[in-house]
């Protein structure tokens, strides 16, 4: 069983990854999704109040990375999925399990993203979501829809997860990610930090608080190996470490 909710929401962050997300069926690099707590703190300088949105939650791993901020800042997650492969009652009863306030926390839309406006999300989720992941199809055409989703209902402080990024598996992402930049998408969703599988991206007027918070994790937790290896790569060459993506500066930790 695990230990009682608020212990959990309260934990460590290392602890709710080892004793939440490591034990819900999915992937999720370790290291993003710790990174993705750190950013969500830092967030809540700027806004803490806002909900949050996850397209393609499948089991809820990284879900419940979402759910613990929501329940620490008494905010909510929407959730959008076809739950083709697992239906919407058994991904609540596994996250039911270490949430069980759950329905208080989890809002869902049962079907593809692709039907779905920006004035539907803000309506669903009850305003803009400070916190986008993405994860859905992973068709170019459906990415590029997504994308253009995220930009025009993420708020100002907010911060867009682009999962599979730079996977050779899933090439309609690269694809997508490439024409939104093309199409002048990062005048409106800047890429800063390219992280194990995920590439985060926020508003412009952000990116430097939020990339510098990102580089300050990674070299406080050299225990992760990518980490460590951001770090031995950084003191050699800087080159290494930082590339430009369509005229955006992105660090890079793989």
């Not at 929501?70 to 997650?77: E, I, K, L, N």
């Not at 199809?137 to 990024?165: C, K, P």
Request: aromatic letters at 10%; charged letters at 20%; glycine letters at 8%.
């Amino acid at each position: 069983m695990p230990p009682p909710a608020a212990d959990l929401h309260s934990a460590d962050p290392a602890e709710f990854l080892a004793k939440v997300t490591d034990r819900i069926d999915g992937w999720c690099v370790p290291i993003a999704a710790h990174l993705t707590i750190e950013l969500l703190r830092v967030q809540r300088r700027h806004d803490s109040a806002s909900g949050l949105l996850e397209i393609g939650i499948y089991k809820g791993k990284y879900l419940s990375v979402l759910l613990r901020e929501a329940a620490q800042t008494g905010s909510v997650v929407l959730g959008v999925d076809t739950f083709q492969f697992l239906d919407e009652a058994a991904v609540r009863g596994i996250l039911g399990e270490f949430f069980p306030q759950l329905d208080s926390l989890l809002r869902t839309s049962a079907g593809p993203s692709t039907g779905l406006s920006s004035w539907d999300i803000e309506k669903l989720l009850g305003g803009r979501p400070r916190f986008v992941s993405l994860d859905g199809s992973h068709l170019a055409l459906d990415v590029q829809y997504d994308l253009n989703l995220a930009a025009s209902v993420t708020s100002e402080a907010g911060i867009v997860s682009v999962d599979d990024f730079i996977n050779p598996m899933t090439l309609g992402v690269n694809q997508a990610m490439a024409r939104f930049m093309i199409a002048g998408g990062g005048d409106q969703l800047s890429p800063f930090f390219y992280c194990t599988n995920k590439l985060f991206c926020c508003r412009p007027s952000y990116r430097d608080a939020y990339m510098q918070a990102a580089e300050s994790f990674v070299r406080s937790h050299t225990t992760y190996r990518e980490a460590a290896a951001f770090v031995k790569a950084d003191a050699v060459w800087r080159g290494s470490v930082e590339v430009e993506y369509f005229g955006h500066k992105l660090l890079i930790v793989h």
